[in-house]
């Protein structure tokens, strides 16, 4: 595909905003979705195949300087990943035979819901936690294979819906939250991203592109969560007003 000088700076810009944004809070596929149907002109199910490329390719850098930077931890991890990745297995293949489109509608009702639970008693996202992780019960382990689903279904607000559980249900602090919604993203796309690719649902050449803006946004900001000694107030701050947008666009108000 042949873009112009002015399509090529909406892409790479917009997709290194999105690598920032998923970094911090989640929600930038809104923009590499946009960007791949309205500016690269692709259908939807091909859009939402090769969102992934950037997805697995931001996940990997910002994955490695949360690693480096010592905010990631597998060892109490490993059955949240686990989790996690058998229900993207299983979101991915329903989108591989089925329109997103009916649960679009019910994202923005989803999204309503998440933007009350982050404003109750906002401590509890901003509080550093001492106490050892919340691992997965017979009674939160469902939540985190229905976080998978989604994640592998529409991937699109993905990080918010991690974010929540990870601190509020897991008690992760929000950056260290955030290294491990960004590990596990990257985790299960690898999978996503295959079967996407075998249904004819990708293309590489648009999704290559998006994701150099994506590892640049993803580095850039990892760095900063790592090493900023009130980054976590920042992450939260970003996660309430990228919700509101979020709303404010599913709802129509930019059009």
Not at 207 to 224: D, E, K, N, P, R
């Amino acid at each position: 595909m042949d873009y112009t000088l002015a399509e090529y700076s909406i892409i790479i810009f917009g997709s290194f905003i999105a690598g920032c944004i998923n970094t911090l809070a989640g929600s930038g596929s809104a923009i590499t979705l946009a960007i791949l149907t309205e500016v690269m002109g692709l259908p939807g199910n091909i859009a939402n195949g090769s969102n992934r490329v950037g997805v697995v390719a931001q996940g990997s850098m910002t994955s490695y300087v949360f690693y480096k930077n010592g905010k990631l931890d597998f060892k109490e991890s490993k059955l949240i990943i686990l989790l996690i990745s058998v229900g993207a297995l299983i979101g991915v293949y329903v989108a591989t035979h089925i329109s997103n489109d009916q649960f679009r509608e019910v994202f923005k009702y989803l999204m309503i819901s998440m933007l009350l639970i982050i404003l109750i008693r906002p401590k509890r996202w901003l509080t550093a936690n001492n106490v050892s992780i919340a691992q997965p019960t017979i009674l939160t382990a469902p939540l985190f294979i229905a976080l998978g689903f989604y994640g592998g279904f529409i991937q699109m607000g993905m990080g918010i819906f991690c974010l929540a559980l990870f601190v509020l249900v897991s008690k992760y602090d929000i950056i260290t939250a955030n290294a491990l919604k960004a590990f596990v993203v990257f985790f299960y796309s690898i999978f996503v991203i295959a079967i996407f690719h075998y249904n004819g649902l990708i293309d590489w050449q648009a999704g290559s592109i998006l994701a150099i803006g994506q590892m640049i946004g993803g580095y850039v900001t990892a760095q900063f969560a790592s090493k900023y000694k009130n980054a976590d107030v920042w992450a939260y701050r970003v996660l309430v007003i990228i919700v509101i947008l979020v709303i404010l666009r599913l709802f129509g108000v930019f059009g």
